[in-house]
């Protein structure tokens, strides 16, 4: 049997010591030691007490051994007990305050082994503030369940719940301590109080303090009443809606759990906001917390804010402008007119490029424009650029942008003008200026050309009138009135465009010109189908019918030579009223026209064409073939008659010109046919011209007809 190690508190008179480890030996354990050397030492003591030693009896000695068997069965039950116990145990001798044995979770609290800690005072561990006073052996105080302080071998300090049992162990004074770590309770207590303090605190500045009084206008002496109904009925009858009041309160305390927000109005145009919850302790719904809050000024700004943010987008959206915001390469926030303008809706702007938009002639510049101002150089505020929309049209956009950062980015606020119709115009302008200037050229230089024709026809006609038709020269001569007469003609073309060609007026049937004209031009021209379409009773209009016969002529050989193969040509009248809206570009005055439309299936024109067709001496045919003076012409007569000229064409979709002429009041006048012999007699005539060679030539013509002429020039 191994040798018993000797406990370095055992002392001859204590009855129960600290037993070693056993042959394992593991740190930390401890135990009662033998109860064979327990029991010899106890009686050792009590033999001395009687005066000496005596030696056990012979009967005595197998009671002796089935007593010190039960002591060390009952000593290791007893271990075992200690050891399983969450409660730090210490036993302490009473007298010297040293500790003689701890138990495991004595040594988890104090952080020691048991070497570290055995024979040291006490108080170096337990209660060291009451050092060299002991409640217990000193000042006789009995410890039950009091809170103190344990130091750890670390230095730092535990709250513990510690409770003192002083006992008589084989006849030695000791003191049995426990104590439990009281650290998580410390924390929740803490805790507690502070959600205490917390609570106390929102409860002082919500409801049920003055605030709430102050919120409600309750008057002192009601407050102080406590008198729950008149509080309560003061309370509704500032109320819009008390009814809607008490039923969410009935409502609420019906659902315990239930929470709730709402809005009270008050008659006086105050707000509040109302929220209650159900109070809990744990899982038990004990009560329900109300607040209210008044937030009446807060709803006005709402309100207001409200108000102006509906008023910039109602001026956003109203807007004649397009209005967006440019990033990311997208169109952001467009307004109404963005997406008329581009033909898209704002879901489509968002993904589709913003390149995507503009002409590709202008994306270079555009791009450019846009990159500067994002990196905040100095650009001008205002440029146009070619846009095109959702139909592939060709739109004209002035853009006045600024830089913004939107959701924290840098961005452009773009405004964007449509300018199609602006430039239109303008192009109509510049084209109106140039026939004008064109017109006044070819004005000039046909009027001198005139009278040099008309002293050349003069003096042929003089020599014809003495002339015999068997002379051979006579044929000679009537082929040089030929071709003078040709040459006055299409000088007579060049000041019909420049002057407007309105020389004789009078009330017109058009159906009448449209007829005669469209019937001399079939008899010519057998592979053109002519189909015509007239309004009956036609408004009369007030023109000169030579010249108006002139315009539709030109009009035929137009669409003729469109239709080298042969075609159809379809003429209708029309008795229209145009308003100004309506024909806006053309300048004219808005009422009641007649409408004119010549209508070919030829080959069409394309838009380059179409921009210069009524341009004098433009013409797409081969040389001689054409002057390009028949539409010029043309222009230049209805202008000149105060009406409008258009045409409409799409290349291999033939054309329709559209002639409108101011409608009058005015009978028809029926004209009348003109004599085939010259006029001879016998009067004096007093002739005027500016012209030398004019003013001779007239002058013998006249005198050869028998006139006495008086000539001044």
Wanted: net charge neutral; proline share 4%; aromatic share 8%.
């Amino acid at each position: 049997m191994p040798r018993e190690k000797k406990d370095i508190f055992e002392k001859p008179s204590i009855s129960a010591t600290l037993e070693e480890k056993d042959q394992q030996g593991q740190n930390g354990e401890w135990g009662w030691r033998g109860m064979k050397n327990m029991g010899r030492k106890c009686g050792q003591k009590r033999a001395a007490e009687r005066g000496g030693a005596l030696p056990p009896r012979e009967e005595e000695i197998p009671e002796r051994q089935r007593t010190g068997g039960s002591l060390r069965e009952s000593g290791a039950q007893f271990k075992k007990i200690l050891d399983s116990l969450d409660v730090g145990v210490a036993i302490i001798d009473a007298a010297t305050h040293r500790i003689l044995s701890l138990n495991p979770k004595a040594l988890a609290l104090f952080g020691a082994s048991a070497e570290q800690v055995s024979g040291k005072v006490c108080h170096q561990y337990i209660c060291p503030a009451l050092k060299g006073r002991c409640p217990i052996s000193d000042l006789g105080q009995i410890v039950d369940a009091s809170e103190k302080t344990l130091l750890t071998a670390a230095g730092t300090t535990i709250p513990i719940l510690k409770s003192v049992v002083r006992m008589n162990l084989c006849e030695q004074d000791c003191l049995v301590e426990s104590f439990i770590d009281i650290r998580a309770r410390k924390q929740a207590e803490e805790a507690l109080e502070k959600s205490l303090s917390l609570l106390q605190a929102t409860f002082d500045s919500t409801a049920c303090n003055s605030k709430f009084l102050a919120l409600w206008r309750i008057p002192a002496p009601l407050a102080e009443s406590r008198d729950d109904s008149r509080l309560l009925a003061y309370a509704l009858d500032q109320l819009l809606h008390p009814e809607a009041f008490l039923d969410k309160v009935k409502t609420l305390y019906s659902q315990s759990s239930a929470e709730s927000y709402d809005v009270l109005e008050f008659k006086d145009g105050r707000v509040f906001e109302r929220y209650s919850k159900p109070q809990k302790i744990g899982e038990e719904i004990v009560g329900r917390v109300w607040s209210f809050r008044d937030v009446t000024e807060r709803r006005r700004a709402e309100k207001e804010l409200q108000a102006s943010e509906e008023k910039y987008r109602q001026l956003i959206q109203n807007s004649n402008d397009a209005i967006f915001v440019a990033q990311d390469g997208v169109i952001k926030f467009p307004n109404l007119k963005t997406e008329k303008f581009l033909g898209y809706s704002a879901a489509e702007l968002g993904e589709i490029p913003f390149v995507n938009h503009i002409h590709p002639d202008d994306r270079g510049m555009v791009i450019e424009n846009h990159k500067k101002r994002l990196l905040g150089q100095d650009l001008p505020s205002t440029y146009a650029f070619r846009a095109k929309n959702k139909a592939g049209e060709d739109l004209w956009a002035e853009i006045n942008a600024v830089r913004l950062l939107w959701d924290g980015k840098p961005a452009t606020l773009n405004f964007v003008r449509d300018i199609t119709e602006k430039k239109r115009l303008e192009a109509q302008y510049l084209q109106a200026q140039k026939m004008e200037a064109v017109g006044t050229l070819a004005g000039g230089i046909a009027h001198d050309f005139n009278n040099l024709l008309m002293g050349i026809q003069g003096h042929v006609s003089l020599i014809l009138l003495d002339s015999s038709p068997a002379d051979p020269r006579y044929k000679m001569l009537k082929s040089i009135e030929e071709q003078v007469k040709s040459g006055a003609d299409l000088t007579w073309q060049m000041l019909s465009f420049a002057r407007g060609g309105k020389f004789e007026v009078k009330p017109t049937d058009l159906n009448a010109i449209v007829q005669k004209t469209s019937g001399m031009f079939g008899r010519t021209k057998k592979e053109i189908a002519i189909q015509t379409s007239f309004q009956p009773d036609l408004w009369p209009v007030e023109v000169d019918r030579g010249q108006i016969e002139q315009v539709l002529l030109n009009l035929y050989v137009n669409a003729w030579q469109a239709m080298p193969g042969g075609g159809s040509l379809f003429l209708e009248t029309r008795n229209v009223a145009l308003g100004e809206e309506y024909h806006r570009p053309f300048a004219f005055k808005p009422g009641n026209y007649v409408k004119i439309s010549v209508t070919d299936t030829g080959a069409g024109m394309d838009e380059k064409t179409l921009k210069r067709v009524f341009e004098p001496f433009f013409t797409t045919k081969e040389m001689g073939r054409g002057t390009g003076l028949g539409l010029a012409t043309a222009y230049g007569i209805v202008k000149g008659h105060g009406g409008i000229i258009n045409v409409y064409s799409e290349k291999g979709h033939g054309a329709t010109f559209t002639i409108y002429l101011p409608a009058s009041e005015k009978k028809v006048v029926k004209e009348k046919s003109a004599g085939e012999q010259p006029l001879k007699g016998k009067e004096t005539i007093l002739l005027v011209d500016d012209e030398k060679v004019i003013l001779d030539v007239n002058r013998m013509v006249l005198e050869k007809l028998g006139y006495r002429v008086v000539a001044a020039q």
